[in-house]
């Protein structure tokens, strides 16, 4: 694939980069369309933004040489982007629906890094058969097959099948436990609302359609059509309804697997696996999700067939006994500025609470403020319970595990190689047991991701970092899978 003369991004780019900006000028233009004077300038901003967008397409030249991709742009000073290809993480395509009405597709080129993670290194759009093509060449020279070998994903038989009720499942239970209780709370007050009052409804309403509804129909619509398959050393995804996302990445391309597990799916025993891969996130630039909410006895299946890499045995060890300590510690103060600051909310808000709730005494507030209290304190020691079991700490050979969540329950199995920085802290309740947490900085698709272990003593987590010299001394590590 070589292009001495240069090609351009298909027209319809113009439009893509105009939408924002004319939808934003002709709403000030209705605002102000009584004032002449500003609707001229208005009208004449628009006329700029349509020549800057068109000088901007006409002065972009793309040019595939035999060993990287080069961006040119001459417009008021000359900007020029070189990718060699053997840095390139991912090729992936999108077709969001101005792409299905022009028939084109985005091609999104990332490459290692995580000074830009969050989003694509190059953005190229071109017809749909053509973007296929560079797709497929450009896969030819970072994977050990043709991505056209994996373009008729129709064709392609997944490892798990997922149906339309996987999907709902998986858009409906797979959000964080925080966010479906608001929705929770959102539907009572509403409910409430309705049978009690009759009035006053429509407020909680919005607010349960915005925390629940709409992004349940978020992840349907995303989520729609959800493939993954592995080819070789390559994982490939694919999913979208309204706006298709394809991409495929190299095995030595993944940092970490997380294997989440929220509340409500752990009580379907479900479980959903995400990956950190450096230049890659899904559309929305979150870590990309190679399998839905599925049973969790077919992730171990799951695993092994995908990331047969990331698999090892486990030798897991719990928080020790003396870690108690510092967690009822730290929950503790949580639970005394949590009463202080109920304390002073129904002190400052018992006079209005009165005149408006019609009570007859202040000592029903006080049982109310009481019972929150109550509450509070008995959830915030449930927490530091879970808080001591959850918590896990293993180590293998190239990888460790650390499992986290109080709540929604995260279990993160990262490589050695991929660590950036490596933090220890010990309080000083923390250090009369010798014990610590550690923090671990790795390069993710959100451009750094830590992940903080729970208590354990001090020489159990200074073996990690220790195993990471160690493989730097004894030539284990191979920087060329650590993405530059």
Known sequence: MNSSEGI???????????????????????VLYETTSYSKYLFLLAIISVIVSYLWWKKTLIYFEDDELVIERNLVSKVKKTIPYNKIASVNIERKILNRLFGTSALKININSGVNALEPEATLVFKEDFAVKVRAELSAKLFDHSYAECVAADDV???????????????????????????????AWTIISLFLQGSGVMVPLILFILTEI??????VIKFYNFKMYRNGDSIHVQHGMLQTYRSSFK?????????????????????S????????????????????????????????????????????????????YPILFGYSLAAIVAVLILV???????PYI???????????????????????VASLFVAAHQSYTIREFDMGKDLFTFVNGIVDRETSIVSYDRVQIIETRSSHIARHFDLAKCKISLLSSMGERNITSGYFYENELSKVSDRIMERLRDGEYDYRLNGA
């Open 344 to 350: 002073a909310v129904g002190f400052i808000s018992m």
């Open 251 to 271: 095995i030595s391309r993944i940092n970490a697997v997380c294997i989440k597990q929220p509340f409500l799916a752990r009580l379907l025993k479900k479980s």
């Open 8 to 30: 351009r991004h298909h027209p319809s780019i113009i439009i893509e980069q105009l939408l924002g900006v004319l939808f934003t000028l002709a709403i000030l233009f209705f």
């Open 157 to 187: 038989k997944p490892l798990i099948n997922f149906t339309f009720k996987d999907i709902l499942i998986h858009s409906i239970f797979g959000m964080p436990t925080g966010q479906s209780l608001l929705a929770l709370i959102f539907l």
């Open 273 to 324: 696996i995400e990956l950190e891969v450096v230049g890659l996130s899904d559309s929305n630039g979150k870590q990309p999700t190679i399998c839905l909410l599925a049973n969790d006895a077919l992730i171990p299946g799951v695993m092994n067939e995908l990331l047969p890499e990331f698999i090892y045995d486990h030798h897991s060890i719990k928080q020790p006994a003396v870690a108690k």
């Open 214 to 219: 709409l992004p349940s129909l978020g992840g």
């Open 354 to 376: 009165l005149d408006i709730g019609g009570l007859n005494s202040s000592s029903s507030i006080v049982y109310i403020f009481g019972l929150l209290a109550v509450l509070t």
